[in-house]
């Protein structure tokens, strides 16, 4: 397929050429995409993906846009940003809590910053329920709906913007949970086009981290199996979650930074594994403005962006961050965030 055949065959679909993607992310950030669909079914989804590939056009699916850092150059190829929103309550499951160290690190220092251990607790209930979400569906929207309904174990993750695909592409934590608990199976597009499951055992679910992250198969939808917990302790905890994640800046992509390691944490005699804290305190680098990116006054991880700001301005901000660490510690943080339009060049001194 030639890429006018493309544009022919997804035309119907509000296809837009040179579309501005700043509006599309949290940081508000980065240039355009060289074509952009926003898909609301699972048929524009997959005829989206499957038409791109037929042309060699690339693809790049977006959710929110709130963990990522996309280039002022902006991407090359489609966009698709992923509106396809279906939730589906479907018969019981049995549920057993996933006690898998997925963090394989020490949580964050609970003195310090955004604690949430104080309203931790693992539902211990085997009555569950299997739940398939398809990936372009809000996770605040999807919270609200289950919880409502009385089927728990989303609460760890109320504040967090984003939807479902985005969720479990990067296994999303909350305090000492992370999305991973929950799911059985994956539906998704592989790089043959063909739609299929991919069952948890498969998709490698780590910190930070999820198989989708090293190849090209994407998120359709992700069958979920949930406890039917307690009601009103998980409202109060959502409630809770929410208001202290409410705390922290929406003005950019979450924290910026992977705590660092058990081991790097006990070598450097560090109080804290939170970046939060090491660029706080250890860095001193609190507040430090670049262009219109800021180091953030509330959370020194989250890197703040103002009206006018552009993805140079934060990579330099990153820049600032990694050499100072670089040379007051010997370590460089890892980034949290995925870059999107950029090259390994422009990222060298970050990554
Ligand atoms: C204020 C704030 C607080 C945050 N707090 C937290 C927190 O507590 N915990 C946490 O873990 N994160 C947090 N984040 C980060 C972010 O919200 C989550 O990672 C979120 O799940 C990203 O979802 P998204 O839909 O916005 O994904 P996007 O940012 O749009 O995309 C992220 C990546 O996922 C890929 N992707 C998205 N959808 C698909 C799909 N269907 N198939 C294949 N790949 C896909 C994209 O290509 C991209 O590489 C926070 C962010 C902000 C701004």
Known sequence: MTSNSFEKEIKPLELKKDYPLAKHTTWKVG????????????????????????????????????????SDKGIKGLVIKNSYSEINI?????YSPDKTNYARLKQVDSSQY??????????????????????????????????RQGITGLQWFSGIPGTIGGAVYNNIHGGSHFIAEFVSRVEVLDENNNLTWIDKEQLDFAYDYSIFQTNTNYIVSVEFCFPIGDKDKALAASTEWARK?????????????????ETEQEKLGLESNSWGYIIDKILGLKGKQIGQAKISDKHAAFIETYPGATSEDVIKVMELIASTSKEKLGIIPHPEIFFLGFNDDELKHIK
């Open 245 to 261: 994640k409410s705390l922290q800046p929406s003005n950019s992509a979450g924290c910026t930074y992977q705590n660092i390691t």
């Open 31 to 70: 240039g355009p995409a060289e074509y952009f669909v926003e898909v609301k079914t699972k048929q524009d989804l997959i005829k989206s993906i499957i038409a791109a590939r037929k042309a060699d056009i690339a693809v790049t699916i977006i959710g929110w846009g709130s963990n990522i850092l996309v």
């Open 90 to 94: 479907l018969e019981e499951c049995s």
């Open 114 to 147: 955004y604690s949430f251990t104080d309203i931790d607790y693992i539902e211990e209930t085997s009555v569950a329920r299997k739940v398939n979400i398809s990936s372009g569906t809000p996770l605040p929207l999807t919270i609200n709906t289950l919880i």
